[in-house]
């Protein structure tokens, strides 16, 4: 559980990150708060010979929510995301599905931008930032771009950023409606078996909006756009509700894995985005 | 004199001894970092060795190449078979009487086997040598399942095969195919199977008892030192068994005993993962010898989960048999233990299955057969006790399960089966079919205090309505209860039936009394977390009558520690506990001379109260053990040596047997397959009780380990042999939040043959646990046609179940 010999490089600013990127290329990689990338370096499944160590940048690690729209810094911690009493007002589904990640030390340490930069399946933030439709800010040689998450992931630990390109910023409307994040998991410290992050608007007893994506079930995080869709327009009778867990199971590609078998993965994520949507139109 | 006016509770109250929930000695330092583990054991030029592993689980090798690594900064040699047959210890006998290679010898025969061991001067250089040494390897076919290893033309060990090509006989008598290891058997085969073929109801049920594996936060570790001018050998190490390794260290290097010291230093816990001998041992030795400069191995935690001493893997098959009433009358058990690639179990030399034989557990059954079949198969090598006496666990798992079952098949409350066939008190000591004699017991009592305890009944009114609700679509939520009422065997154990490679299972004290009245006292067993500093002190404190807060316990050094066979198999109170008392006893007779010789009167005359002696009659005549101590050293005694010590050496006349009654209440929520532990209630009789405190920790912490095993913690294997289950993601381990709230319960039946009638309580609430958690969940689906499935009952196993039994339709 040694990581083979690296450089470790910590910049001041994002000038100096990226011409770090710039000059090794591949062989560059930046980290976090490095509770992903560590853990995969220890086991020598990344081969990262120049470490760029994001701590020293700064900049990054503000919570900004105006009327519309929150942003939050890459560097902001999970743990900051669940201290933030002005984000859980404006954004509760935030709290809830960050008090889900991984315990306290891991959150601690681990950052919104690393959640979302990272590209594992298992990471409940992608997900998350869909049913929000986030945009990241990315900076790279080339300057400022903005990625929808819904367009981000592209398969397992491939997503639409270069690689020389470094996260900034994840940015979402403030979200309406009632919220919920379930998510089943084997234990603390687990990634997801199956999760749904889940957003609804009501108006007048029946449903304007809805937004759903699910978090481990396929090899990226799925917005279930046709979920959302069944639902619009309904009281969200059962009816409704089979049809929205019937939609997403078809957008779902579960893989078995020590956590059982795809039948169960299947059968389960339709109970938990059933129970998400019937907690969130509670709250609605 | 302040003794004068202290009463006699406040005298008692002021030595701590048995029966008080003294405070652990040892967490000061261990609460403030301050304790001293192998790892921090630091020496000048100290080197690090580690092992290249195979990825293969069963594979010839066929070259290989060290160059590369010797040229990696920092790496200094790189250890093969090659390198250690000239020394012959390219293999190593296990305590099973198999042998097992060090390092490969031409084939691997399991994913993580040691391959070759690099020596660098530090970790991470060891590392990076590791991935530079070339092993080139020809996959051979894999045997992972025991059933298809016993039919396989595949010979997975060569070396124990004739030149026929037929198996040749092993240390526990014949062998049936070249893949077997032994069969051993206890009972009557032929009245069993009659009594089972003639009965009036027979329950079956075929069970697996997964492959799981001890989890000690420490991993194994050893650092050696091999000091080439005075010839002899320190090794420190994370060893159960400090006595036993000093010896077995002896035997296979040929150092005299003499010049080796073994030191166990602070052990962050065991639960039997460090009772055996493992090659980083010996490589770290040998190494040490090579270099000239001690040597570190400590094990990671992917090393540790996939290679040291795996527990369970046992396919049991069973059947009892009793009357229309319910009254058992026969047992029969088989097992096929798949003991991996090397027969490297843990347990005394008589008992290749351990002491399996306790599985007709709490019930008086008339005539029972066992038998058990060791087999080879591509995974690790192990087999130890995880927190159990020797194969305890997966007795009373086996008979607390075919309870289960025959209540199912009698269509009667499972409770009441087992009260009707309880082994009754005055039946004790009670010969059991299988041979054993228990000692003591009250089973019927234990069960009612807990059943009332928990309002049995009206926790079955309640499941009986949720049933109800269910069926009618109200809730989706299954309610179980978990019954287990479990009897250890445990305090190995007598010489006369009990020995590792030929070392009696007794065990040792002896007590050093210092003039100013207190006292040091040294074992031969060694604490991994159990608290022997404190409870032990507690001991002598009662029997000596000085302060336990005066007693210092030492344990671990083999150069300054009496020899003992070490700590498992809940052995330290029932054998070195007796020891200490019997130690103690002695000090207390050579007191009483001294104090009679003090008070001018005859021996006889005087009697032990407390912490003094008095005068039988005239209590205001009495010498304190404090002061007797000071006479010991300061006075010329007619016909007494100087001095006030003593040492006792154990044989116990008999294995102790604690028992207990656990109840658990569980919902299961049928669509998710979650389950939640509403309550757990655990009644424990332990004998005599040292410290109620430590006794409540040690019954959590097994419980805990009980819930681990049942409800997901699993080394499981791929078809090829690959662990699936190497890190703490995937092996489970729970935290706070998965622990329920435990309410521990006790009665007391002490052992009539223990000095002070203890009998052991670390590993009770593991084994009583394990089959509570299992049954509760069980019990759950009961209602709806379940009659058994195997643990770990994780999510997806729980939700299969459901799925089988038609309740997602
Ligand atoms: C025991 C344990 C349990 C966990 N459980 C969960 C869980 O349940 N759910 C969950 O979602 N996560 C879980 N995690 C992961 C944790 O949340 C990580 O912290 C998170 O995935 C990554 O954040 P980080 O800041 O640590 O990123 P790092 O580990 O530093 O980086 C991760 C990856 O993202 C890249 N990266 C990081 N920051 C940027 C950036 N600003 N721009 C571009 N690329 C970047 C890195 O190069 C790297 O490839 C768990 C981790 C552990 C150790």
């Given amino acids: 559980m040694i990581p083979a010999a690296f450089e470790y490089h910590r910049p001041k600013d994002m000038a100096g990150v990226l011409s770090i990127l710039e000059e090794h290329g591949d062989d560059a990689r930046v980290m976090a708060g490095g509770h992903s990338l560590i853990p995969m370096m220890k086991l020598r499944m990344a081969d990262v010979p120049h470490l760029i160590d994001l701590q020293d940048v700064g900049g990054m690690s503000d919570i900004e929510i105006d009327a519309d729209t929150i942003r939050i810094g890459a560097m902001v911690t999970q743990h900051d995301i669940i201290d933030n009493e002005a984000l859980a007002q404006a954004a509760p589904i935030l709290r809830e599905a960050a008090l889900q990640i991984a315990d306290p030390q891991v959150r601690y340490m681990g950052t919104v931008g690393g959640n979302v930069a990272n590209g594992d399946p298992g990471n409940d933030m992608p997900g998350l930032m869909q049913c929000l439709d986030a945009t990241f800010t990315v900076v790279g040689p080339d300057g400022e771009r903005d990625i929808a998450a819904r367009e981000f992931y592209e398969a397992a630990y491939m997503t639409a950023r270069g690689d020389e390109e470094v996260l900034t910023a994840v940015t979402i409307p403030v979200p309406m409606g009632g919220y919920a994040y379930e998510k089943q998991k084997r234990k603390i410290g687990d990634y997801a078996t199956a999760a749904a992050a889940v957003q609804i608007v009501k108006d007048g007893g029946s449903c304007v909006s809805a937004s759903i994506a699910m978090t481990n079930l396929s090899d990226t995080p799925i917005y279930s756009e046709a979920a959302g869709d069944a639902l619009v327009g309904t009281s969200l009778d059962d009816a409704a509700i089979k049809a929205a867990v019937a939609a997403m199971l078809d957008d779902i590609d579960p893989t078995e894995d020590n956590r059982g078998p795809v039948a169960f993965k299947k059968h389960v994520a339709g109970v938990i985005l059933r129970r998400a949507i019937e907690r969130a139109w509670s709250r609605a | ?809």
């Fill in chain 2, 1 to 809: 004199m302040k003794d004068e006016v202290t009463s006699r509770e406040e005298r008692i109250e002021n030595l701590k001894g048995m029966g008080c929930s003294r405070k652990r000695v040892e967490d000061a330092r261990f609460t403030q970092g301050k304790g001293n583990y192998v790892d921090d054991i630091k020496l000048d030029g100290m080197l690090f060795g580690d092992f290249v592993r195979s990825p293969y689980a069963h594979a010839k090798i066929v070259n290989i190449d060290t160059s590369a690594a010797l040229e990696v900064p920092g790496v200094l040699a790189v250890l093969t078979a090659k390198d250690l047959e000239p020394l012959g210890l390219h293999w190593m006998p296990t305590l099973a009487g198999d042998r097992q290679m060090v390092l490969a010898d031409g084939k691997v025969l399991f994913q993580g086997q040691e391959v070759a061991f690099v020596v660098a001067v530090d970790r991470y250089a060891a590392a990076d040598g590791i991935e530079a040494v070339e092993v080139e390897y020809e996959e051979l076919e894999v045997l992972v399942d025991p059933f298809k290893a016993m039919k396989s033309d595949v010979v997975l060990r060569p070396d124990t095969v004739a030149e026929d090509g037929s198996p040749a006989a092993g240390a526990h008598g014949p062998r049936k195919h070249h893949n077997h290891i032994f069969t051993w058997e206890a009972g009557d085969k032929g009245p069993t199977f009659e009594t089972i073929d003639n009965a009036e109801v027979v329950a079956e049920e075929t069970m697996y008892y997964h492959r799981t594996h001890p989890c000690p936060l420490e991993t194994c570790g050893c650092v050696a030192s091999m000091d080439k001018v005075n010839g002899k050998l320190t090794l420190w190490g994370t060893f159960q068994a400090p006595h036993a390794i000093r010896t077995v260290v002896s035997l296979i290097s040929g150092i005299e005993e003499h010049n080796i010291r073994v030191i166990s230093p602070d052990i962050g816990g065991g639960f039997g993962n460090k009772v055996g001998a493992y090659p980083g041992y010996v490589c770290s030795v040998v190494a040490s010898i090579v270099t000239g400069k001690p040597v570190k191995w400590i094990e990671d935690r992917m090393d540790n989960l996939m290679t040291t001493a795996f527990a369970r893997d046992y396919h049991m098959t069973g059947r009892v048999s009793a009357t229309r009433e319910g009254k058992i009358t026969g047992l029969h058990c088989h097992v096929t233990a798949d003991h991996g690639g090397f027969d490297a179990c843990a347990d005394p030399t008589k008992f290749p299955a351990g002491f399996m034989n306790i599985c007709t557990g709490s019930y008086d059954i008339p005539t029972a057969f066992l038998q058990v079949d060791g087999v080879y198969t591509n995974k690790a090598p192990g087999g130890v006790s995880y927190r159990c006496s020797f194969r305890v666990t997966e007795a009373v798992y086996f008979i607390e399960r075919m309870i289960e079952v025959l209540a199912i098949e009698l269509n009667m409350d499972a409770a009441e089966l087992r009260r009707i066939n309880f082994i009754k008190k005055e039946q004790f000591p009670y010969k059991a079919a299988l041979g054993w004699e228990y000692d003591s017991g009250d089973y019927h009592t234990a069960w009612d205090k807990a059943l009332k305890t928990v309002d049995y009944e009206g926790l079955r009114a309640e499941q009986a309505q949720r049933v109800e609700d269910f069926k009618a679509g109200k809730t989706r939520s299954l309610m179980g209860i978990g019954l287990s009422f479990f009897t250890e065997i445990v305090g190995a154990g007598p010489v006369k039936n009990c020995d590792i490679l030929g070392l009696g299972m007794f065990d040792s004290c002896e007590i050093r009394i210092h003039p100013t009245g207190s006292a040091i006292a040294r074992l031969g067993t060694i604490s991994q977390g159990q608290g022997h500093a404190t409870t032990f002190a507690q001991i002598l404190a009662s029997e000596i009558g000085l302060p336990a807060d005066s007693i210092t316990i030492e344990e671990g050094d083999t150069d300054t520690a009496p020899y003992g066979l070490g700590t498992y198999g809940s052995r330290s109170t029932p054998v070195a506990g007796a020891a200490t008392a019997m130690a103690g006893r002695k000090i207390r007779a050579k007191a009483q001379m001294i104090a009679a010789y003090l008070l001018e009167v005859h021996d006889n005359d005087v009697e032990f109260d407390v912490d003094r002696f008095v005068v039988k009659g005239a209590p205001e005549k009495f010498k304190t053990m404090k002061e007797i101590a000071f006479a010991a050293y300061n006075q010329a005694i007619p016909g007494i040596e100087p001095g006030l010590e003593a040492v006792s050496y154990y044989d116990p006349p008999n294995m102790t047997y604690p028992f207990g009654a656990y109840i658990c209440v569980m919902d299961i929520d049928v669509d998710t397959g979650l389950p939640e532990i509403r309550r757990f209630y655990a009644l424990d009789d332990c004998g005599t009780r040292i410290n109620p405190m430590i006794i409540e920790g040690q019954v959590h912490g097994g419980l805990t380990e009980a819930l681990a095993v049942a409800l997901g913690q699993e080394i499981a294997y791929d078809d090829m042999g690959n662990v699936k289950t190497g890190t703490l993601m995937d092996f489970f381990l729970p935290t706070a939040w998965e622990v329920p709230n435990y309410e521990t319960d006790y009665t007391v039946t002490p052992s009539p043959h223990h000095p002070i009638g203890a009998k052991g309580v670390g590993e009770s609430p593991h084994v009583g646990g394990v089959p509570c958690f299992s049954n509760a969940i069980q019990d759950a689906f009961r209602p709806f046609g379940n009659r058994h499935t195997n643990m770990p009952h994780d999510h997806w196993r729980i939700w299969k179940t459901a799925n089988e039994l038609g309740l997602h339709d």
